[in-house]
Each structure stands twice: as structure tokens, then as C-alpha cells.
């Protein structure tokens, strides 16, 4: 009997070593399949899966406005014309002219990207000054990309025990429960019966 007794022990160790090793077959299977398709990306030392990428342009109005004196504006090329004899009349209407202030304004259109303004003040037939000031639109590219953590396996230690009505306790049993990256659950568990007897069980779930 003590023969037979030591037999039966031992091919209960085997039947939950048996078991666990299953189990970490489950364990080692399900970490190594991927769950959703997408590539992964490293943040803060973190693997995460990207859910989605979204690229957004816009363009932005950037001002701005600069000045610049005529003697530091380069001079080019000077032609010299005759002086016709002026009576004292034509000498003055010249003169007023020569020392007025002649302002001359343009807009140039930069196709699709804005426009500049440019204004060029005239005085004693040369550049007094010249300003620039544009309204230029630049491309803003925003990258955004939205993350979720990585689905892994997790394992957990448990007991359990069933109370019947009267105060008695039945079937006292400790388990293991391995849930899944697809969130399957398997478990193994150990416990003893009523009658001293050794009870295993196995388990598996799903979520609905």
C-alpha cells in the first residue's frame, strides 16, 4: 500500500509539473504573437504601438517689414541729358520737382506664398530710402501620432476555497491564472477534497 500511496504522489507531481509546463507554453506563445498590426515606436525607452499617424499642413503669415537708406542703396548707372534754357517760371516748376518728394509704391504677389510691398521715397533725382514689408505665408507641418501601450501576457497566483451553507468550508485549492495579450484567460490549480484527496483543475476563459 505504501508502494502504490508513493506511486500515486508521484504521478500527481508529474500531472501539475505537466501542467505548468503548459502553461508556460501558452505564456511564452502568446507573448511572441502581435495582437493589432502597426509598427512599433520607442518613447522614454518604452515600446509602444502606433494606433494611427496623422500629418496636418498649415500655412502661418509671417510679417515683416525693413528699411534702408538711399546712400546704402547700391547706385547703378547715371545719364546725362542736355539742360534745355528755362525762363524763371520752368526754373522754379524744376526746382520744386527736384526738391518734392516723390514716392513711388508696388506689390509683388509671391504666387501662392503672399506678397510684398515695397516703397521707394525719390528726392534730388536720387533714392531717399527704399522700404520692404511682406505678408508671406510659411508651410506648418504638425506630426502627430497616437499610442497605446503594448498588450502583454501577465500571470497571477491566486487561492480559492467554496463555503457551503452551514459554515463548512470546501475544497481549499491554490492556481495559476496566465492572461493573455488577446485576453484569454488559463488556469491550473492544486487543492485537496473533502476527504483529504488531491484535486486539480484547469480553466480557460474568453472575453465576450
Known amino acids: 500500500m505504501f508502494f502504490i500511496s508513493h506511486i500515486m504522489k508521484i504521478s500527481n507531481i508529474i500531472n501539475v ?3 505548468l509546463f503548459v502553461l508556460i507554453l501558452l505564456y511564452k506563445a502568446e507573448c511572441g504573437k502581435p495582437v493589432v498590426p502597426g509598427k512599433d515606436i520607442v518613447v522614454g525607452g518604452k515600446t509602444y504601438e502606433v494606433i494611427k499617424q496623422v500629418i496636418d499642413t498649415q500655412y502661418v503669415t509671417v510679417k515683416e517689414t525693413k528699411y534702408k537708406k538711399g546712400e546704402d542703396i547700391y547706385h547703378d548707372t547715371t545719364i546725362y541729358v542736355s539742360v534745355p534754357v528755362l525762363d524763371t517760371a520752368q526754373m522754379q516748376e524744376a526746382l520744386s520737382k527736384y526738391y518734392a518728394k516723390n514716392i513711388f509704391q508696388d506689390t509683388l504677389k509671391v504666387g501662392k506664398f503672399g506678397q510684398i510691398y515695397i516703397k521707394d521715397t525719390v528726392q534730388y533725382n536720387k533714392l531717399a530710402g527704399r522700404s520692404m514689408s511682406a505678408d508671406l505665408m510659411f508651410p506648418s507641418i504638425t506630426n502627430t501620432t497616437f499610442v497605446k501601450e503594448k498588450p502583454k501576457a501577465q500571470l497571477f497566483l491566486g487561492a480559492r476555497m467554496d463555503y457551503l451553507q452551514g459554515g463548512s468550508v470546501q475544497n ?3 492556481g495559476l491564472m496566465l492572461k493573455t495579450k488577446r485576453d484569454r484567460l488559463y488556469g ?11 484535486v486539480y483543475g484547469a480553466s480557460f476563459y474568453i472575453k465576450l
Do not use: F, T
Open 172 to 174: 481549499p485549492s491554490v
Open 17 to 19: 509539473l505537466l501542467a
Open 188 to 198: 491550473i490549480s492544486a487543492g485537496v477534497s473533502p476527504n483529504g484527496q488531491p
